[in-house]
């Protein structure tokens, strides 16, 4: 095993900062919902709002950081192991058999981590940033009679709105199982934490990319 530089400081807080932001929207929302009662209700509106103009900021940062960086390749999923992911988590993890593949510094998701974050970062996100900023300026727009949603009631927006917070709460229910899969129940998370992970160094690639993501210690 080799200690391998895989999250680079922005990735990292990125990835936190997005963590707990959705984590604190879910609680102001459902209190907008009337689900839970926390903050009482005016409350709950403004710290929504003021969340949320902070997590449009940082997808802002983060689009611009996955251009700069390349990092939205790793995104693209690959379809070559996607059946043998598949029975990995559903039967081969149970029996102690081995990741079918391997994680690399350059290849760091399995088919299917690339393509439910594909489905995260152009359905679920884009639903609520789009609801939200309907459900947000709504009024407004009313008032300056723009007729692009003139025909959407409220109703509808606040639906779609809630719509993508279930499905982003089940996205991350899933994500935080998913994490205790790794080498060990904690490795993923001390991951992303640290920035370093132990990989297989039998990997013949990985040691490639390691000598290329050395070059970016400095970043840290
Ligand atoms: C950029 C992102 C977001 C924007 C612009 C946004 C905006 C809004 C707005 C304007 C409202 C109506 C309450 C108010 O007037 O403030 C609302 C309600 C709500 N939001 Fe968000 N929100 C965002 C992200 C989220 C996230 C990530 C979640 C949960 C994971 C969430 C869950 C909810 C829920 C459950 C409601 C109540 C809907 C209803 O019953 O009417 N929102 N949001």
Same mark, same amino acid.
Do not use: C
């Given at each position: 095993?080799?200690? %391998?530089?895989?999250? /680079?400081?922005?990735?990292?807080?990125?990835?936190?900062?997005?963590?707990?932001? @959705?984590?604190?929207?879910?609680?102001?929302?459902?209190?907008?919902?009337?689900?839970?009662? $926390?903050?009482?209700?005016?409350?709950?509106?403004?710290?929504?709002? %003021?969340?949320?103009?902070?997590? #449009?900021? $940082?997808?802002?940062? !983060?689009?611009?950081?996955?251009?700069?960086?390349?990092?939205?390749?790793?995104?693209?999923? !690959?379809?070559?192991?996607?059946?043998?992911?598949? /029975?990995?988590?559903?039967?081969?993890?149970?029996?102690?058999?081995?990741?079918?593949?391997?994680?690399?510094? /350059?290849?760091?998701?399995?088919?299917?981590?690339?393509?439910?974050?594909?489905?995260?970062?152009?359905?679920?996100?884009?639903?609520?940033?789009?609801?939200?900023?309907?459900?947000?300026?709504? /009024?407004?727009?009313?008032?300056?009679?723009? %007729?692009? @949603?003139?025909?959407?009631?409220?109703?509808?927006?606040?639906?779609?709105?809630?719509?993508?917070?279930?499905?982003? $709460?089940?996205?991350?229910?899933?994500?935080?199982?998913?994490?205790?899969?790794?080498?060990?129940? #904690? !490795?993923? @998370?001390?991951?992303? #934490?640290?920035?370093?992970?132990? #990989?297989?160094?039998?990997?013949?690639?990985?040691?490639?990319?390691? !000598?290329?993501?050395?070059?970016?210690?400095?970043?840290?």
């Amino acid at each position: 095993m080799q200690r %391998v530089y895989i999250y /680079r400081r922005f990735e990292r807080f990125w990835h936190w900062s997005q963590a707990m932001l @959705i984590f604190f929207l879910a609680l102001t929302g459902f209190e907008v919902h009337d689900s839970i009662h $926390l903050f009482g209700y005016e409350k709950a509106v403004h710290y929504h709002r %003021v969340a949320s103009w902070m997590l #449009l900021t $940082l997808i802002a940062f !983060s689009i611009f950081w996955h251009f700069t960086t390349g990092e939205w390749k790793q995104y693209i999923p !690959s379809f070559s192991k996607f059946s043998a992911q598949i /029975r990995y988590y559903t039967i081969g993890m149970f029996k102690g058999e081995p990741h079918p593949t391997h994680k690399t510094a /350059r290849n760091k998701l399995n088919p299917l981590q690339a393509i439910t974050y594909l489905g995260f970062k152009l359905v679920m996100a884009p639903l609520i940033v789009v609801t939200g900023l309907l459900y947000m300026f709504y /009024r407004t727009i009313d008032a300056n009679q723009m %007729v692009i @949603i003139s025909d959407i009631p409220l109703e509808v927006i606040a639906f779609l709105h809630t719509l993508g917070a279930y499905l982003i $709460l089940m996205f991350a229910i899933i994500h935080v199982y998913m994490t205790t899969t790794g080498s060990t129940p #904690l !490795s993923n @998370i001390k991951a992303m #934490l640290t920035g370093y992970e132990d #990989l297989d160094e039998s990997n013949e690639r990985q040691s490639k990319d390691t !000598s290329i993501l050395n070059q970016h210690e400095d970043e840290k």
